[in-house]
């Protein structure tokens, strides 16, 4: 087997770590929105709804555990979306063209910055996971050391397959686009509507049907039902909404996840194929 994809893998990695600006805030940025929009928020939905009756018989679980599902999968859209702003760069400078004209075949180009995304992706999960544990994220309650184990797999799994989708779909955008303005102003125009048509920060029961239905196939609801159902459990109440997640639920998360990383892969590997020398 071949494993070409390791030496753009470590050139990435080694570029994140190199530069201590965007290493630093990368691994600040999920600390910050835990910490101040995070607790800031949860105190004041957890007054508004401690009023607000719960299912009989349910475990409830405050806004602060549940938000932090949803900043775990916005912190991870934001930095694959803009992940493949490294092939941008590299087209921009003519790095890119001596990659293409090295042995290296192009599918493992796309998969080494695709692994690298998935690594610093885990490293910001866990600092989220352990962060919201100190500031009082009920993540895991209850759970025995073996329950914990898989439960943080299954969380990086649908992690690793969010992340290389959205990687592959940005590395499509920059080897389109001429100029970086232009893709940052496709990705925060994508960025948006993923966000805010999803469950990330607030239920979408109340949703319009329309967009109730967008959501349920937006693949950051797909990631954030899928952490909670690790982290917080199948039968939970919060803000006075009951979620009680099934296998069927869980599967379809990863099912939708994957169809959406292997349509990014197919759309990224058409766009590399079609890069001339």
């Given at each position: 087997?071949?494993?070409?994809?390791?030496?753009?893998?470590?050139?990435?990695?080694?570029?994140?770590?190199?530069?201590?600006?965007?290493?630093?805030?990368?691994?600040?940025?999920?600390?910050?929105?835990?910490?101040?929009?995070?607790?800031?928020?949860?105190?004041?939905?957890?007054?508004?709804?401690?009023?607000?009756?719960?299912?009989?018989?349910?475990?409830?679980?405050?806004?602060?555990?549940?938000?932090?599902?949803?900043?775990?999968?916005?912190?991870?859209?934001?930095?694959?979306?803009?992940?493949?702003?490294?092939?941008?760069?590299?087209?921009?400078?003519?790095?890119?063209?001596?990659?293409?004209?090295?042995?290296?075949?192009?599918?493992?180009?796309?998969?080494?910055?695709?692994?690298?995304?998935?690594?610093?992706a885990f490293?910001?999960?866990?600092?989220?996971?352990?962060?919201?544990?100190?500031?009082?994220?009920?993540?895991?309650?209850?759970?025995?050391?073996?329950?914990?184990?898989?439960?943080?797999?299954?969380?990086?799994?649908?992690?690793?397959i969010f992340?290389?989708?959205?990687?592959?779909?940005?590395?499509?955008?920059?080897?389109?686009?001429?100029?970086?303005?232009?893709?940052?102003?496709?990705?925060?125009?994508?960025?948006?509507?993923?966000?805010?048509?999803?469950?990330?920060?607030?239920?979408?029961?109340?949703?319009?049907?329309?967009?109730?239905?967008?959501?349920?196939?937006?693949?950051?609801?797909?990631?954030?039902?899928?952490?909670?159902?690790?982290?917080?459990?199948?039968?939970?109440?919060?803000?006075?909404?009951?979620?009680?997640?099934?296998?069927?639920?869980?599967?379809?998360?990863?099912?939708?996840?994957?169809?959406?990383?292997l349509t990014?892969?197919?759309?990224?590997?058409?766009?590399?194929?079609?890069?001339?020398?």
């Amino acid at each position: 087997m071949n494993f070409e994809f390791h030496a753009i893998y470590w050139r990435e990695m080694v570029k994140f770590f190199r530069f201590k600006s965007v290493l630093f805030s990368s691994l600040i940025q999920p600390v910050m929105w835990l910490g101040f929009f995070g607790l800031a928020m949860s105190d004041s939905f957890d007054k508004l709804t401690s009023l607000v009756s719960s299912a009989s018989g349910v475990p409830v679980v405050d806004y602060l555990s549940y938000m932090g599902a949803g900043i775990i999968a916005m912190d991870v859209l934001f930095s694959s979306l803009f992940g493949g702003t490294t092939l941008m760069f590299d087209k921009k400078f003519s790095l890119l063209r001596e990659t293409l004209a090295s042995p290296v075949p192009r599918f493992h180009i796309i998969l080494g910055i695709g692994l690298s995304g998935v690594t610093k992706a885990f490293i910001q999960t866990f600092i989220i996971i352990g962060f919201g544990k100190l500031i009082g994220m009920d993540f895991f309650n209850g759970y025995s050391f073996a329950e914990t184990f898989i439960a943080i797999l299954g969380i990086m799994l649908l992690v690793a397959i969010f992340t290389l989708g959205f990687l592959f779909l940005s590395g499509s955008i920059a080897i389109t686009i001429e100029n970086p303005e232009g893709m940052q102003s496709i990705l925060t125009l994508l960025s948006m509507p993923l966000f805010f048509i999803s469950n990330a920060l607030y239920p979408i029961d109340s949703f319009p049907t329309i967009l109730k239905f967008l959501s349920m196939f937006n693949p950051l609801t797909l990631l954030a039902d899928g952490i909670r159902y690790f982290a917080l459990g199948s039968n939970f109440s919060v803000m006075g909404n009951h979620y009680a997640y099934t296998t069927a639920d869980i599967t379809f998360s990863f099912l939708g996840l994957i169809f959406f990383a292997l349509t990014m892969l197919s759309a990224a590997m058409w766009r590399f194929n079609k890069v001339d020398i």
